[in-house]
């Protein structure tokens, strides 16, 4: 029997027909000699609050997805040659798009930077960008205009226009693109750009990047991304977490003065758990169930965490 057939053998049926499943042992042995250059203290700074990352996670779980990552940049960059050939002219730098898509607390914001640092670490593309959605938001006062505050982070609430003209204005390989960014603090958006200058790459995290909808002329998000990545937990798993990280942003973020969230600071842990929970069953569960969750059979990998916060396994999608 060949290596190959060896190979395809273990594979197991994922989460539809087009997926295949790799337990963490198996997609680990993927890395191959990729070598391992974060240190744990430059790690320590990518984790978020209640999410704990360790080596052994970035060893098996993130170092054979930045080799498979970079196959896939280079064989965009020799069809890119290949057709500045066909055509006999040069064609516009555009960098590789990697959307990241999930429910709120599942870790998509850890997974984007830690994905940032190990993309970063390979020769052929070191320039990487980081993007999150949150800052093409509505801005509050939009929202309470529409009476939609409380759908925060649902398709509604976000400038999806503006959203789409800056992944067109990248994909076109203009320079000097700005993004909005989003102050958590505030729980509103600022007025302050990030601009994002030609990368080899550009990560872009939300909630609802693998969205799509009936057809239609305008494209959607989903439609610019050459690879998407969908972090995914169980509902019972991501409650806990979010509550987990309110009490943790109780002590830290929402004692600073000008907070959106400072009322909550000094509530008891009993009141505070029971705030949390009721946010996360009346909007952000809703959001889930209603327009994250099926978004993701659409991705073309799924990174599965159990409740530990460990990725149990991945599930690729085979084009």
């Known amino acids: 029997m060949t290596d190959a057939a060896a190979f395809d053998r273990r594979l197991e049926p994922g989460i539809d027909d087009r997926h295949c499943r790799f337990t963490r042992e198996q997609w680990a042995k993927l890395r191959d000699a990729t070598p391992l250059s974060l240190t744990e203290a430059e790690l320590e700074a990518l984790a978020g609050l209640v999410e704990p990352v360790t080596l052994d996670m970035v060893r098996d779980i993130y170092l054979p997805l930045s080799r498979l990552l970079n196959l896939r940049v280079a064989t965009k960059r020799q069809l890119r040659a290949a057709t500045e050939g066909f055509f006999g002219r040069v064609l516009p730098p555009r960098?590789?798009?990697?959307?990241?898509?999930?429910?709120?607390?599942?870790?998509?914001?850890?997974?984007?930077?830690?994905?940032?640092?190990?993309?970063?670490?390979?020769?052929?593309?070191?320039?990487?960008?980081?993007?999150?959605?949150?800052?093409?938001?509505?801005?509050?006062?939009?929202?309470?205009?529409?009476?939609?505050?409380?759908?925060?982070?649902?398709?509604?609430s976000y400038r999806r226009g503006e959203l789409r003209d800056f992944l067109q204005r990248i994909s076109s390989g203009e320079p000097d693109v700005a993004a909005p960014v989003y102050s958590h603090s505030l729980y509103d958006v600022t007025d302050e750009?990030?601009?994002?200058?030609?990368?080899?790459?550009?990560?872009?995290?939300?909630?609802?990047?693998?969205?799509?909808?009936?057809?239609?002329?305008?494209?959607?998000?989903?439609?610019?991304?050459?690879?998407?990545?969908?972090?995914?937990?169980?509902?019972?798993?991501?409650?806990?977490?979010?509550?987990?990280?309110?009490?943790?942003?109780?002590?830290?973020?929402?004692?600073?003065?000008?907070?959106?969230?400072?009322?909550?600071?000094?509530?008891?842990?009993?009141?505070?758990?029971?705030?949390?929970?009721?946010?996360?069953?009346?909007?952000?569960?809703?959001?889930?169930?209603?327009?994250?969750?099926?978004?993701?059979?659409?991705?073309?990998?799924?990174?599965?965490?159990?409740?530990?916060?460990?990725?149990?396994?991945?599930?690729?999608?085979?084009?």
């Open 95 to 156: 960098p590789y798009l990697i959307g990241i898509g999930g429910s709120v607390s599942a870790g998509k914001s850890t997974t984007a930077r830690i994905l940032r640092a190990v993309l970063a670490s390979w020769p052929d593309h070191p320039e990487v960008d980081l993007v999150t959605t949150d800052g093409f938001l509505l801005p509050n006062a939009e929202l309470t205009a529409r009476g939609i505050l409380g759908r925060k982070g649902f398709p509604e």
């Open 193 to 319: 750009v990030q601009l994002i200058n030609q990368p080899d790459i550009l990560i872009v995290e939300g909630l609802n990047v693998l969205q799509t909808g009936p057809p239609s002329s305008t494209p959607f998000v989903s439609d610019f991304f050459d690879f998407t990545i969908y972090v995914d937990a169980e509902a019972e798993d991501l409650e806990e977490w979010y509550v987990e990280r309110f009490q943790q942003l109780r002590k830290t973020v929402f004692r600073e003065q000008t907070a959106y969230f400072a009322q909550f600071a000094d509530l008891p842990p009993s009141a505070a758990d029971a705030v949390a929970r009721t946010i996360w069953r009346s909007i952000n569960l809703v959001n889930l169930q209603e327009n994250i969750l099926p978004t993701r059979a659409r991705a073309d990998l799924v990174l599965a965490k159990g409740h530990d916060h460990v990725v149990d396994h991945v599930e690729l999608r085979y084009h």
